[in-house]
C-alpha cells in the first residue's frame, strides 16, 4: 500500500477535508482494515468498513486502485443550514419539474398530486445535516482492463 499523501481541501461552504490518498493491489486488501482515520473519531470502523466495501465495489484485481478517502472536519450551525437550503432547493426544483411535466398530460389535481408524492420522495431520500456531522467521501479509480473506471460513495457520521 503506498500512501501519496494527505492534504486539507476547502469545499463549498468552508467545509473543510482532511483527504488522504492510497494506491493498493489486490494482495493489499486485507491491510485496508488497519487504516486509523483519526478524524472520523469514533466512526472509524465506519469509515473503514465502507472503504472496504467501495474496493470490492472495484473489482480491481491486479491493476492498482487509487483511493481517495476525504474526511471533514465537523460541521458548523451555519454550515449544516447552508447544506439544508439547498436540499430545500433540489426538493422544489424536482416538485416544479415534474408538476410541470404532470400537467402536460394530465389534469390539474393529477399534476399537483404527483408534485406533492415528488416532494415528500425527494425529502425522504436527500439528508438533513445538524452541526457536529461529518461527511465522508470514498473515490477510487482504476485504470487498465476495459478502460478506467470510478466510483464514489459518501457516508454521514451523525454527532
Given amino acids: 500500500m503506498k500512501f501519496e499523501g494527505t492534504f486539507q481541501y476547502m469545499g463549498n461552504h468552508g467545509i473543510v477535508f482532511n483527504v488522504s490518498q492510497i494506491t493498493l493491489t489486490d494482495s493489499e486488501r486485507g491491510r485496508l482494515r488497519e487504516l486509523?482515520?483519526?478524524?472520523?473519531?469514533s466512526a472509524h470502523y465506519e469509515v473503514n468498513s465502507k472503504v472496504v466495501e467501495v474496493y470490492d465495489k472495484m473489482q480491481?484485481?491486479?491493476?492498482?486502485?487509487?483511493m481517495m478517502i476525504s474526511i471533514s472536519k465537523p460541521l458548523t450551525r451555519q454550515q449544516g443550514d447552508a447544506l439544508n437550503a439547498q436540499r430545500t432547493t433540489i426538493a422544489n426544483l424536482a416538485t416544479t419539474a415534474s408538476t410541470a411535466a404532470a400537467k402536460a398530460v394530465a389534469p390539474y389535481?393529477?399534476?399537483?398530486?404527483v408534485g406533492a408524492g415528488v416532494r415528500t420522495y425527494a425529502n425522504e431520500i436527500l439528508p438533513t445535516?445538524?452541526?457536529?456531522?461529518?461527511?465522508?467521501?470514498?473515490?477510487?479509480?482504476?485504470?487498465?482492463?476495459?478502460?478506467?473506471?470510478?466510483?464514489?460513495?459518501?457516508?454521514?457520521?451523525?454527532?
Fill in 129 to 159: 445535516y445538524h452541526a457536529g456531522d461529518v461527511l465522508v467521501s470514498i473515490e477510487a479509480q482504476v485504470n487498465g482492463g476495459i478502460g478506467p473506471q470510478r466510483t464514489l460513495s459518501t457516508l454521514i457520521i451523525k454527532a
Fill in 36 to 41: 486509523h482515520f483519526g478524524e472520523a473519531k
Fill in 109 to 113: 389535481y393529477v399534476a399537483a398530486s
Fill in 60 to 66: 480491481a484485481r491486479g491493476l492498482p486502485c487509487v
